[in-house]
């Protein structure tokens, strides 16, 4: 699945961009301005991933547009372990920071997961993680 312009690449109107980085050798996931991710999102995002046919991959997260992720959708995310090696986030405003480093330390899990302000710093650590 390579990137492309329009949101939800396999869903249209879900909310999101998802494609394989092949320079970074990392699969990405972009949310749109607003969007707002449930329980259904989330199990249609990870079918996505999977579809990507690229086994266990490092996931990076770009929720700097302000994206909301509701608890369930959250849970669901952190218990895929075994489909990821590694899971970088993005983050631009303080509540969207606050909220992400409160819940990597509240579900610490068997995966590295990493918050970022800067795009390039994700990247790297998140295609570098073995």
Same mark, same amino acid.
């Given at each position: 699945?390579?990137?492309?312009?329009?949101?939800?690449?396999?869903?249209?109107?879900?909310?999101?961009?998802?494609?394989?980085? %092949? $320079?970074?050798?990392?699969?990405?996931?972009?949310?749109?301005?607003?969007?707002?991710?449930?329980?259904?999102?989330?199990?249609?995002? %990870?079918?996505?991933?999977?579809?990507?046919?690229?086994?266990? /991959?490092?996931?990076?997260?770009?929720?700097?547009? %302000?994206?909301?992720?509701?608890?369930?959708?959250?849970?669901?995310?952190?218990?895929?372990?075994?489909?990821? /090696?590694?899971?970088?986030?993005?983050?631009?405003?303080?509540?969207?920071?606050?909220?992400?480093?409160?819940?990597?330390?509240?579900? &610490?899990?068997?995966?590295? /997961?990493?918050?970022?302000?800067?795009?390039? %710093?994700?990247? $790297?650590?998140? &295609?570098?993680?073995?």
């Amino acid at each position: 699945m390579e990137k492309d312009e329009g949101w939800g690449m396999s869903t249209p109107g879900a909310g999101y961009r998802l494609w394989w980085d %092949d $320079e970074n050798q990392i699969a990405r996931l972009e949310w749109a301005p607003g969007a707002f991710c449930d329980l259904t999102t989330a199990e249609q995002v %990870d079918r996505e991933i999977q579809a990507l046919d690229r086994g266990k /991959v490092r996931l990076l997260v770009d929720l700097r547009p %302000d994206a909301a992720i509701d608890r369930a959708a959250r849970h669901f995310f952190m218990n895929l372990h075994a489909h990821y /090696v590694a899971v970088g986030m993005l983050a631009g405003s303080p509540a969207t920071r606050m909220l992400a480093n409160f819940f990597i330390g509240l579900k &610490r899990g068997p995966i590295p /997961v990493r918050l970022f302000t800067e795009e390039a %710093d994700a990247v $790297e650590w998140t &295609r570098s993680v073995q």
